[in-house]
């Protein structure tokens, strides 16, 4: 058997037996074992890593089923892909589970929490795994179901629970396009198979209209699982969790699934340039809505789930101008200072005996000495100044964008502007200044236990040094993760080469675009420095938030839109099914008619069971004898 | 080949044993026989043989279903276990010996390579079962039962052995092979026999009889619901598998060439067994008459697949057999729990009532029947469904396109009936306390929904086999 079965396995073992046995097993043993199962998985891919020799590998599992000449199969892909993938889900999962540990620890959920979190690495892996797009499917199911799950955790407040069934619902309409693009890659090429779907497409020509349509509906699945403009809204709302589900699920794994979809079809998008014009505009109009959105946000997660949006965007929008590796890497360092930067602010709800808002919060600094050092780096990786990851990915994606246009180069860079002053607002009137809390939250602050601070540091150490895995050349690195994804390209290069000609900029421009973005982060911060630090201001209670400020503080009513436009005209319109037609119509002559029908048939059949066994007899023979006579008919009658 | 000889002699082996004191030996011995018999006969794979002067032919087909038999008759027995109760009217030993029996006339049914053989196949089953149907002895309605089939079972046996008879005169060859090959040149030169036609006609009548399709199914719901459940789970399972078996090797190889004959009205009766079956099982109260009216609606299934008569078609009714066996033991198997433990009008109740509430009171049982139903309903990621999917992909090879839209909102009617009693077990009250089963029984039920979920999920795991 093969190792790479084990990865998935592992924690779908650990997902059984905390899910069948919370009530019984103990507290202890429940962490160990969530933990444990992930960190075996992450040992796992460990080895597979360290033994990988460069070619893509098809596990097969088993073959699901065949239908006429159409065989699905469950197999597992490895390559660099996935490899890096199962890496990070394995990685910062096992992390994320360690600090569970202590979060979690007054809650009486404390195992289911454990049992779902398990559920949702396994199907993340299924996701990345999958050797076709079916089982990429059921892994995408598979995580949005665990989200829901996770999101409405403390379905006790009703609040929670809608933000999970919106959370599903806007999904479900991604997933409808991503199901819509499967059916249409079967019907294009037979399979669902990377390793047959793939070196087919390669034959075809750029600017195939088929491809526009496959690549345009699993962008749409993209647009749900990755929270782009229109289907975002449910994220911010995810916030609803526990804390480390905000962590792994909507800021390091989950909603990345989408990039790495799409990294994976890179052919098909490769093929497609007009899709991936599409994706670049949305993801830009994403990155600077939802950071504009950041700016003013009250509430400490909600800022870093704005953010988490608009750090999306961006990752689209490297892929929008073809440039998969730059998007992929922001993917990685992403995953790094976005779960730091979740965990460290779940540290701090935890001081702050879950007071989640910023106005209330303040000189942190120094009671959390440890929760504030691993803040301040994220902040600082998330906002993009050198040596720290953000710089290096973020500054790739922007090269790739002025090389594209430099208007849309001009608007990433505001939004990255805006977001190193949102962080960094967010850091000021955190954790410095006065304390504005009750007494008595005042009196609870503690630094948080070894199991959450341990993941924080770890995180922390890879926020700084994550953006060194893919030093550009004319900083004098080797651009390793380039060269190591390199192979996945194979057929988008065949297919069309001019797509992989690289950034053709120069050394000067390159230098000069790097400066530009890394003064205007600098501005931004000495900006929210002045405004927080020196004038002491404090944003105002939410009733005195009036003008432009409180359109942008209400999310641009975008909510209100939606719920507007597409949700009360479709209640209306199912309260009108539902009264005329269906009450109306289709119950009482439909349903019930063909019940009705049915029943008084059931009771013409029931009577002929008289008990008789004469009558029986008497019944077969009739049969019999019509039966001999129809058959015979030919003969009997000539 | 060797599994029916070591069955026959193992059916004496236990008559012997029921001179012994202790009866508790009896189940476990049973269980090993079959276990042993199940090993011989797996060691038949790949050897394709004719024993007894040509009658039996062993190749894998016969492997394939005699596994599904004596699976499924472990399984019931697994399950039986109130036979020793009542100390002065029940001889388990009898019991079992004569299971054996019957289970080795299964065996013959499946393997017969020639008339007799089947005509002696069928009675060996047939004669066990009409004395398994009457063990209940002081039950007025067990000895009715077993009366009513008896009568009707030797009326049946009447045409089959007719129809064998004239099939003799037409071809002069009891043989499958002379037969076909008769057949084969005689239709070549369009000079058939009607003796042959009329022959045909008895013969298939004979086995449509013993696998309850309509309008031959009257005896069904009568002796299902009369004889012990035990042996109505054994005659659902077995006797129709052994029942497809027969008649679809004889339709497919003896008949193959008068297709055009036979193939309209047997897809009549098809339509014919799907509607009675699905639509009068929808007015039952009783669980267990339920039951019986959907055994004739899965022989309406597999009867698609016979008129389809396609290669895909053996694999499909190999596949449905599994999967409805497994689901009708599990079925049977909780109701004999639940009717033991609560009494109505002072039996067994068998009414959906009886399993009000039973998600509360013993929700592993609720689980296990559950998953059967849905399994039986053909609902996805069960067996139940693959086997409808294989059955009605066979059928749309075969183009039989009426057929299948009769057969769909069939199924869709069988939705119905089956969920009912799921509805009872979680959404009722519960009434009464909870039923206490012995381990191995527990064992046996969560096997067979183990398989079902198993088949489920990775079907084409055993339909590589078949």
């Known amino acids: 058997m093969n190792l790479a079965i084990l990865i998935p396995l592992l924690p779908f073992l650990g997902f059984l037996i905390n899910g069948l046995g919370f009530r019984r097993i103990p507290k202890a043993a429940v962490g160990l074992i969530g933990t444990g199962a992930v960190l075996g998985s992450f040992a796992i891919v460990l080895s597979l890593f360290s033994g990988f020799t460069g070619t893509a590998q098809v596990v097969p599992v088993y073959d699901w089923f065949t239908v006429g000449d159409f065989n699905v199969s469950f197999g597992f892909q490895i390559d660099q892909l996935s490899l890096l993938m199962m890496l990070i889900i394995t990685g910062i999962g096992s992390l994320i589970h360690l600090y569970s540990i202590g979060y979690m620890h007054h809650d009486e959920g404390f195992g289911k929490f454990f049992a779902f979190l398990n559920l949702f690495v396994f199907f993340m892996l299924l996701l990345v795994m999958g050797s076709n797009y079916l089982v990429m499917f059921i892994g995408w199911e598979g995580v949005g179901l665990c989200s829901y799950l996770l999101i409405g955790f403390w379905n006790k407040n009703p609040e929670y629970g809608y933000a999970a069934r919106k959370a599903f619902v806007m999904n479900r309409i991604g997933d409808l396009g991503f199901l819509i693009g499967i059916f249409l890659i079967v019907a294009r090429f037979g399979s669902l198979e990377f390793a047959s779907v793939f070196p087919a497409a390669a034959q075809l020509q750029t600017g195939d209209a088929g491809l526009f349509w496959i690549t345009f509906c699993l962008f749409i699945g993209a647009m749900g699982k990755s929270a782009q403009i229109p289907l975002y809204t449910w994220l911010p709302d995810a916030m609803a969790g526990p804390t480390p589900v905000s962590a792994l699920i909507h800021a390091a794994t989950m909603v990345t699934a989408g990039i790495y979809m799409i990294v994976r079809s890179n052919v098909l998008y490769t093929l497609a340039p007009e899709t991936l014009h599409i994706i670049g505009w949305v993801a830009l109009a994403t990155a600077l809505l939802a950071a504009s959105i950041g700016l003013f946000q009250n509430d400490i997660k909600k800022v870093l789930a704005y953010s988490t949006v608009s750090q999306l965007g961006y990752?689209?929008?490297?892929?929008?101008?073809?440039?998969?590796?730059?998007?992929?890497?922001?993917?990685?360092?992403?995953?790094?200072?976005?779960?730091?930067?979740?965990?460290?602010?779940?540290?701090?709800?935890?001081?702050?005996?879950?007071?989640?808002?910023?106005?209330?919060?303040?000189?942190?600094?120094?009671?959390?000495?440890?929760?504030?050092?691993?803040?301040?780096l994220g902040t600082i990786a998330i906002s993009g100044i050198p040596p720290f990851a953000g710089f290096f990915s973020k500054d790739e994606i922007l090269a790739h964008v002025y090389e594209h246009s430099p208007l849309m180069w001009g608007l990433a860079v505001f939004g990255s502007m805006m977001t190193a002053f949102y962080m960094f607002r967010l850091l000021f009137l955190t954790f410095f200044g006065e304390f504005r809390g009750t007494h008595e939250q005042e009196h609870h602050l503690h630094e948080s236990p070894l199991t959450m601070t341990l993941p924080l540091m770890v995180l922390a150490v890879l926020s700084v040094i994550g953006g060194f895995f893919n030093v550009p050349e004319i900083l004098g690195g080797t651009a390793k993760l380039e060269q190591f994804l390199d192979p996945i390209y194979q057929y988008a290069r065949q297919a069309n080469p001019e797509a992989f000609a690289g950034v053709h900029l120069d050394h000067s421009t390159e230098f000069m675009l790097m400066g530009v973005s890394v003064a205007g982060a600098v501005i931004s911060i000495i900006a929210a420095w002045v405004i927080y630090i020196s004038r002491k201001s404090v944003p105002a209670p939410d009733e005195q938030v009036s003008g432009l400020q409180q359109v942008i503080y209400r999310k641009y009513y975008i909510d209100e839109l939606y719920d507007a436009v597409f949700v009360k005209p479709i209640q209306a319109l199912s309260r009108f099914f539902y009264s005329v037609v269906d009450k109306g119509g289709i119950d009482r002559f439909g349903v019930e008619g063909v019940g009705r029908f049915v029943k008084g048939l059931a009771n013409e059949f029931r009577l002929l069971q008289t008990g008789a066994t004469g009558f029986y007899v008497l019944m077969m023979v009739t049969g019999i004898a019509v039966i001999l006579v129809y058959s015979l008919r030919s003969l009997i009658f000539g | 080949m060797l599994s029916i000889i070591s069955l026959s002699i193992f059916g004496i082996v236990n008559l012997f044993l029921g001179f012994l004191k202790s009866r508790r030996i009896l189940l476990p011995a049973t269980l090993l026989f079959l276990i042993v018999a199940l090993i011989l006969n797996s060691m038949d794979w790949n050897q394709q043989a004719l024993y007894f002067g040509d009658m039996l032919r062993v190749n894998n087909v016969f492997v394939n279903f005699a596994g599904i038999v004596l699976i499924t008759a472990l399984l019931i027995v697994g399950i039986s276990r109130h036979f020793g109760n009542d100390e002065e009217h029940t001889h388990p030993a009898e019991y079992y010996a004569i299971l054996l029996f019957s289970v080795t006339g299964a065996l013959m049914m499946i393997g017969f390579e020639n008339l007799i053989m089947l005509f002696v196949g069928v009675e060996v089953l047939s004669v066990a079962m009409y004395v398994l149907t009457g063990t209940d002895k002081r039950n007025i309605r067990s000895n009715e039962a077993a009366l009513k089939y008896f009568l009707m079972g030797s009326f049946a046996t009447g045409l089959l052995l007719f129809g064998v008879a004239m099939v003799y005169g037409a071809t002069g060859s009891f043989k499958l092979g002379g037969i076909a090959s008769y057949v084969q040149m005689a239709s070549m030169y369009g000079a058939v026999s009607p003796l042959l036609y009329v022959g045909l006609l008895f013969l298939f009548i004979g086995m449509l009889f013993k696998v309850s399709a309509a309008p031959f199914h009257f005896w069904t719901p009568d002796v299902y619901e009369g004889a012990p459940t035990i042996f109505t789970a054994f005659?659902?399972?077995?006797?129709?598998?052994?029942?497809?078996?027969?008649?679809?090797?004889?339709?497919?190889?003896?008949?193959?060439?008068?297709?055009?004959?036979?193939?309209?009205?047997?897809?009549?009766?098809?339509?014919?067994?799907?509607?009675?079956?699905?639509?009068?099982?929808?007015?039952?109260?009783?669980?267990?008459?339920?039951?019986?009216?959907?055994?004739?609606?899965?022989?309406?299934?597999?009867?698609?697949?016979?008129?389809?008569?396609?290669?895909?078609?053996?694999?499909?009714?190999?596949?449905?057999?599994?999967?409805?066996?497994?689901?009708?033991?599990?079925?049977?198997?909780?109701?004999?729990?639940?009717?033991?433990?609560?009494?109505?009008?002072?039996?067994?109740?068998?009414?959906?009532?009886?399993?009000?509430?039973?998600?509360?009171?013993?929700?592993?049982?609720?689980?296990?029947?559950?998953?059967?139903?849905?399994?039986?309903?053909?609902?996805?990621?069960?067996?139940?469904?693959?086997?409808?999917?294989?059955?009605?992909?066979?059928?749309?090879?075969?183009?039989?396109?009426?057929?299948?839209?009769?057969?769909?909102?069939?199924?869709?009617?069988?939705?119905?009936?089956?969920?009912?009693?799921?509805?009872?077990?979680?959404?009722?009250?519960?009434?009464?306390?909870?039923?206490?089963?012995?381990?191995?029984?527990?064992?046996?039920?969560?096997?067979?929904?183990?398989?079902?979920?198993?088949?489920?999920?990775?079907?084409?795991?055993?339909?590589?086999?078949?």
């Open chain 1, 315 to 376: 990752m689209f929008m490297g892929l929008g101008m073809g440039a998969y590796t730059s998007g992929f890497f922001h993917v990685m360092t992403h995953a790094f200072f976005k779960a730091l930067l979740f965990l460290g602010a779940g540290s701090v709800i935890h001081a702050m005996s879950d007071e989640q808002d910023i106005r209330y919060m303040g000189g942190l600094r120094k009671k959390l000495p440890i929760t504030f050092t691993t803040f301040l």
């Open chain 2, 235 to 466: 005659m659902s399972t077995v006797v129709k598998t052994a029942g497809f078996a027969a008649f679809y090797k004889i339709a497919s190889t003896a008949f193959a060439g008068v297709y055009g004959f036979w193939a309209q009205s047997l897809a009549v009766m098809a339509v014919l067994t799907l509607l009675i079956g699905n639509i009068t099982a929808a007015y039952q109260g009783s669980f267990k008459r339920m039951m019986a009216y959907s055994s004739i609606s899965h022989a309406g299934y597999l009867l698609l697949a016979v008129v389809a008569k396609v290669p895909s078609s053996q694999s499909a009714i190999l596949f449905y057999s599994l999967s409805y066996s497994l689901a009708t033991v599990a079925a049977f198997g909780v109701l004999m729990a639940v009717s033991e433990s609560r009494q109505f009008e002072g039996r067994g109740d068998d009414r959906y009532e009886a399993f009000n509430g039973l998600a509360k009171t013993n929700p592993l049982l609720a689980f296990v029947l559950t998953v059967s139903m849905l399994s039986l309903a053909g609902i996805p990621l069960t067996a139940g469904f693959w086997g409808k999917f294989f059955i009605f992909s066979a059928a749309v090879q075969a183009n039989l396109t009426s057929l299948l839209v009769i057969a769909v909102l069939m199924s869709c009617v069988g939705i119905y009936y089956y969920f009912r009693v799921i509805i009872a077990m979680y959404l009722k009250p519960a009434e009464g306390e909870g039923i206490s089963v012995s381990a191995g029984f527990t064992l046996t039920l969560v096997l067979t929904t183990v398989l079902t979920l198993l088949l489920g999920v990775f079907p084409d795991v055993v339909k590589n086999i078949f």
